[in-house]
């Protein structure tokens, strides 16, 4: 089939909820995401990609996250428990190649309190599903090739690595960024579904609780 463009709908799983990115989140987008750790993984193009302040962060967010005929861009946020609602990050389904049946999930960012919880595998598992249903077969996921961590965190998906696209795309410092591409298709999609929701089923019922910050 050919794939079509999903609607901006919330979403909602067990440990998270996506909801259509508003500039009304960017304050708390802010909180989350306005700290040197997270653009120290290349996202924003990396640390010196950083905005000072709340102004220039809503600078940088309302033009990294345009919805637009080939972009869907998510705020995530915590469901459940005492923390409900709370903004943990964001996400976009985006490069919406629809005659090529093909996506990339990206642009991603999470509050370092909810690194090595649910709420990444559930976000790619809510993704991913989005994406397949709607008649893509293929899903990029990429990853800046000097971030260890977040390509080793897509090899846990069940992502397949593709290659090194070599001076990819430029920093925010102005040096050039290999990128890691990993992608999943379709007739991998059961067994990653399966992968993604087993690793969710090991949390148990407990939502995700976020660490008081002194």
């Known amino acids: 089939m050919t794939a079509i463009r999903p609607a901006a709908d919330e979403i909602v799983g067990r440990f998270i909820r996506l909801t259509p990115f508003a500039d009304t989140d960017i304050p708390a987008l802010y ?8 653009f120290a993984g290349g996202y924003g193009g990396g ?3 950083l905005p000072a302040d709340l102004a220039a962060f ?10 637009g005929p080939d972009a869907l861009p998510w705020t995530v946020r915590v469901h459940g428990g005492p923390d409900d ?40 598992l809510l993704l991913l599903g989005l994406a397949f249903d709607h008649g893509f077969g293929r899903v990029k996921i990429q990853a800046d090739a000097l971030n260890a961590r977040s390509r080793a ?24 960024r290999d990128s890691a591409i990993y992608s999943v298709i379709v007739d991998e999609w059961p ?10 089923a090991a949390w148990g019922d407990r939502p995700v609780e976020l660490p008081v910050v002194e």
Do not use: C, Q
Request: net charge positive; hydrophobic share 40%; proline share 5%.
């Open 58 to 67: 809503e600078v940088f967010a309302r033009g990294y996250y345009v919805p």
């Open 191 to 200: 067994d990653v579904r399966a992968g993604l929701e087993a690793r969710l």
């Open 85 to 124: 609602g709370t903004v943990v990050g964001a996400s976009t389904l985006g490069d919406l190649d629809l005659a090529n049946e093909s996506a990339h999930i990206g642009w991603t960012a999470y509050d370092p309190r909810v690194w090595g919880t649910a709420v990444n595998p559930e976000a790619k």
């Open 47 to 49: 640390p010196a990609g």
């Open 153 to 176: 965190a897509i090899l846990k998906l069940g992502a397949r690595f593709e290659g090194i696209a070599r001076r990819h795309m430029r920093r925010a410092d102005g040096s050039w």
């Open 31 to 38: 909180r989350a995401l306005g700290r040197p750790e997270v």
